[in-house]
């Protein structure tokens, strides 16, 4: 018998007096079957390949997608471990069964950069927790299917050669002197040009200025270092025809 294509008999039996002759009386009951699942079904995808899109800003340890292989069987024969198997794959996601709808839920175990790699292959395995040996000639309780994930592209902005830049010039040097300069760049593929800002709330802007497409750092009047021996300014980056970003 099989619990997936039938799993509810009902059975009436009869019972007569006087070996069943003509005038015996009878009684007769109802028994209700009900079968029990074992586990005669391996896990199957539904299909062999899969696609994801998964933009390079989403955040390592969060979920991106998620996978799912059925199972005829009930309950604790048809749990399902999923697995990546691929060392690419598993380098930078990883995968976990939801208990409730036996998913396979996809998280990101470290960074994208779509300028460094626009696309993954995953070959993903769902095996059966508790395998029952006597059904092992119908061969293993697992199947594979094949996730690509494409990185999306998403507009990054201006990334500064170093994270500070320590710069010196000589004190009472004439209006105009170059103090030095800064480098940003576009890390997207499309490598927009830059341009470069003082930030305006700032004192800096009042003895300094910056030339928005070199990134060249000069003073606007003589400096005095008794009366200020150093100065911090904020330089901003942005790609051209965007709002600037630190």
Do not use: C
Request: aromatic residues 8%; glycine residues 8%; hydrophobic residues 30%.
């Amino acid at each position: 018998m099989d619990r997936e294509a039938k799993e509810h008999y009902t059975v009436v039996i009869q019972a007569k007096d006087m070996a069943g002759q003509v005038g015996g009386l009878s009684g007769s009951t109802t028994i209700n079957v009900t079968l029990t699942d074992v586990n005669d079904n391996p896990p199957k995808f539904p299909q062999k390949n899969y696609q994801l899109y998964v933009p390079e800003s989403a955040q390592v340890g969060k979920p991106v997608g998620k996978i799912k292989a059925n199972d005829e069987d009930l309950g604790v024969n048809a749990d399902i471990r999923y697995s990546i198997v691929n060392s690419e794959g598993a380098n930078m996601f990883s995968i976990s069964t939801d208990r409730d709808t036996k998913e396979g839920i996809i998280s990101l175990r470290k960074p994208l950069n779509y300028e460094r790699k626009k696309t993954y292959m995953l070959h993903i395995e769902g095996v059966n927790t508790h395998v029952d040996p006597r059904f092992s000639y119908l061969g293993a309780f697992k199947d594979t299917a094949t996730l690509k994930i494409t990185v999306g592209d998403v507009d990054e902005a201006p990334v500064f050669s170093m994270d500070y830049y320590i710069l010196d010039v000589y004190e009472n040097s004439p209006s105009g002197t170059e103090v030095g300069s800064v480098t940003a760049r576009d890390p997207d593929s499309r490598n927009s040009p830059v341009r470069y800002y003082l930030d305006s709330k700032e004192d800096g802007v009042r003895y300094f200025r910056i030339d928005e497409s070199s990134g060249v750092i000069r003073t606007t009047q003589p400096l005095d270092r008794e009366d200020i021996p150093w100065h911090n300014i904020t330089v901003m980056a942005s790609e051209v025809g965007r709002y600037p970003g630190v």
